[in-house]
Structure formats: structure tokens, C-alpha cells
T-cell receptor, first 119, second 111 residues
Framework: GAVVSQHPSWVICKSGTSVKIECRSL??????MFWYRQFPKQSLMLMAT?????????EQGVEKDKFLINHASLTLSTLTVTSAHPEDSSFYIC???????????????FGPGTRLTVL | QQQVKQSPQSLIVQKGGISIINCAYE??????FPWYQQFPGKGPALLIA???DVSEKKEGRFTISFNKSAKQFSLHIMDSQPGDSATYFC??????????WGAGTKLIIKP
């Protein structure tokens, strides 16, 4: 259980175009999803926290107008990179919170990531 | 105070040996300490996690040791195998909310 999928797994686009990445929790409902960005050989950097039915909370330094997040349902969150530029090329990873054992603590489960390359 | 410091940056261990990765934190409010394993081109996968009410947790070949007074926790991989070669991240959070990540350790197990 607790499987998170991402689509697409990789995407190449031209500079100036927009790219949408989907994150789905396949076998559980996630009221909270997180979006991360990871550069090569570096740790994960939290971009934003997404709660179903409300506006996402962005981390300091992350442009909310550039990285649009929509959490339309309890199993789907989307990240749209608008007017992408080469510096947006990165590995984008989502995670979803799942209730832990006995409902005591939540656990974060991660998607497989999406490799974005902007030419 | 929000940082989690992870060491070493990279580690080479012979097959069958013990791999040890260490993390230290400052924020005493942290109450959840997970370890994640990440293979190249993949998302992180939860390996094992501990809460501060216990000093050790073991799952198969993986053990977390937790020292609350020293504000340190470590991952031990017993009988390390080539398939364990990956990048390992420690993290910490308050009530499972926002994870604060360590910098990662690239582990290579030599056959």
C-alpha cells in the first residue's frame, strides 16, 4: 500500500512553454501533498505544501506564479511550471501524507520523480 | 536550528560489512526521525523511522540508534550488500509535518 505515482516520468520542452506534472496517491487519500525539487547530488528542497481544496503554501524563494500547484482532489495534485526556462531543469518529486498505523502518525510517501529538461 | 547535519558525504564499504551513517540536529522539538533510501533517477523511499521515546529500532538488516541527550541518530546497515548502494537521507520533523533533510550520503558497497 501507500503508492504514489507521478506523470510524466520525464519531459523535455522548449523554453517559454508550460509543463504540467501530476502526482497521484493510488491507494489512499492524501489531504496533504508536498512538492520538492532536487538538483544533482543534492538533497531535496521543499517547494510547497499542498492541501486539498485550499491554496498551496510556498517556501521562501519559490515563485508561486511560476510554479502553479493545484490539489483538486484527495488523490491528485498537479504542479505546472509556467514559461519554463533552462534554469528550471531539475528533478521534481512529490510526496503524499498517509495516515500511519492506528491513525497515530502520518507518513510521507514519495513519487518516483519527474525529470524536466528545458531546452 | 532547523538544520540536520549528515555525515559522511560518501562511504565505501566492503560487502558483508557494516555501513554507518550519522545525523545530528539542534531543534529539540523534532519528534520524528526517518531515513530514506534513494536510487538514481528515483524518488526517496522510506526505509525506517524512529521516535524519541525509544533508543533503537531494528528492521531486518537496518537499525536506527537514537541518542536524545546528544541529539544524534544513526543508521546502521548490517551485512551490507551491493544492492544497498544508494544515497541515504536522514530527516527530522515536528509531528510528521515538514521534513528537514540531511544533505545525503552516497553509499557504495564493493563486492
Amino acid at each position: 500500500g501507500a503508492v504514489v505515482s507521478q506523470h510524466p516520468s520525464w519531459v523535455i520542452c522548449k523554453s517559454g512553454t508550460s509543463v504540467k506534472i501530476e502526482c497521484r496517491s493510488l491507494d489512499f487519500q492524501a489531504t496533504t501533498m508536498f512538492w520538492y525539487r532536487q538538483f544533482p547530488k543534492q538533497s531535496l528542497m521543499l517547494m510547497a505544501t499542498s492541501n486539498e481544496g485550499s491554496k498551496a503554501t510556498y517556501e521562501q524563494g519559490v515563485e508561486k506564479d511560476k510554479f502553479l500547484i493545484n490539489h483538486a482532489s484527495l488523490t491528485l495534485s498537479t504542479l505546472t511550471v509556467t514559461s519554463a526556462h533552462p534554469e528550471d531543469s531539475s528533478f521534481y518529486i512529490c510526496s503524499a501524507e498517509s495516515p500511519g498505523l492506528a491513525g497515530l502518525y502520518n507518513e510521507q510517501f514519495f513519487g518516483p520523480g519527474t525529470r524536466l529538461t528545458v531546452l | 536550528q532547523q538544520q540536520v547535519k549528515q555525515s559522511p558525504q560518501s562511504l565505501i564499504v566492503q560487502k558483508g560489512g557494516i555501513s554507518i551513517i550519522n545525523c545530528a540536529y539542534e531543534n529539540t522539538a523534532f519528534d520524528y526521525f526517518p531515513w530514506y533510501q534513494q536510487f538514481p533517477g528515483k524518488g526517496p523511499a522510506l526505509l525506517i523511522a524512529i521516535r524519541p521515546d525509544v533508543s533503537e529500532k531494528k528492521e531486518g538488516r537496518f537499525t536506527i540508534s537514537f541518542n536524545k541527550s546528544a541529539k544524534q541518530f544513526s543508521l546502521h546497515i548490517m551485512d551490507s550488500q551491493p544492492g544497498d548502494s544508494a544515497t541515504y537521507f536522514c530527516a527530522a520533523s515536528v509531528s510528521n509535518y515538514q521534513l528537514i533533510w540531511g544533505a545525503g550520503t552516497k553509499l557504495i558497497i564493493k563486492p
